[in-house]
């Protein structure tokens, strides 16, 4: 079955820790994207990337950092700098615009994210 | 700034009734407009929406755009417990990238 997954569901982390947590996707997707979601709000973008080796900031990336080594994968890194970070994160990836296609973006089930 | 509005934020109906969703916005580099539905974890797709005054349809659920005035509704008709759910809009922009601006999401529930 093709689909986004993301682990750990749940993290708990102390102050002053970096914590990695995992998206990857067989949907052979493009473009990936990280969003935060807190009580209340809606999404807002984190960090996107348009093709392996490359990504750009979203509306939120201050302490925040990814990767793109690969096509299927794309970790976000919460790192000590990141003053709130307890929050859902959600990953998406969609076909992107590199293939002249506008499709839908399609969601992992989250990681619930906690600073003790 | 690149703002999404839904309303309400919260809704509380009976099962059979019809309920109506709305989402304005004010963006710069309007590309499209997306509803998901988002019950505990992942959203899920419901519709995209790019032209105005056509009506998306999949089975009790509907939605038009207004690009004109700016919003979009999303309709429920027949209402089930299982539409409990929060419902996000999204406006999706062409800045290079294919990025969505949501809104704050509305949270419906259906009691029987």
């Known amino acids: 079955d093709g689909g986004i997954t993301q682990s750990p569901k749940y993290l708990f982390r102390k102050e002053g820790q970096n914590v990695t947590l995992s998206c990857e996707q067989n949907l052979n997707h493009d473009a990936m994207y990280w969003y935060r979601q807190d009580p209340g709000q809606g999404l807002r973008l984190i960090y996107y990337s348009q093709i392996v080796n490359d990504f750009q900031k979203g509306d939120i990336a201050e302490g925040y950092s990814v990767s793109r080594e690969k096509k299927e994968s794309f970790p976000l890194t919460v790192t000590s700098a990141q003053k709130n970070p307890t929050a859902f994160y959600l990953c998406a990836s969609s076909i992107g615009l590199l293939r002249g296609v506008y499709k839908e973006q399609f969601f992992g089930p989250g990681t619930r994210l906690t600073v003790l | 700034e690149d703002k999404v509005v839904q309303s309400p934020l919260s809704l509380v109906v009976h099962e059979g009734d019809t309920v109506t969703l709305n989402c304005s916005y004010e963006v710069t580099n309007f590309r499209s407009l997306l509803w998901y539905k988002q019950e505990k974890k992942a959203p899920t797709f419901l519709f995209m929406l790019t032209s105005s005054g056509i009506e998306k349809k999949s089975g009790r659920l509907s939605s038009i755009l207004d690009k004109k005035e700016l919003f979009s509704i999303l309709n429920i008709t027949a209402t089930q417990t299982g539409d409990s759910a929060v419902y996000l809009c999204?406006?999706?922009?062409?800045?290079?990238?294919?990025?969505?601006?949501f809104g704050q999401g509305t949270r419906l529930t259906i009691n029987p």
């Open positions: 999204a406006v999706g922009l062409i800045q290079g990238a294919q990025k969505l601006v």
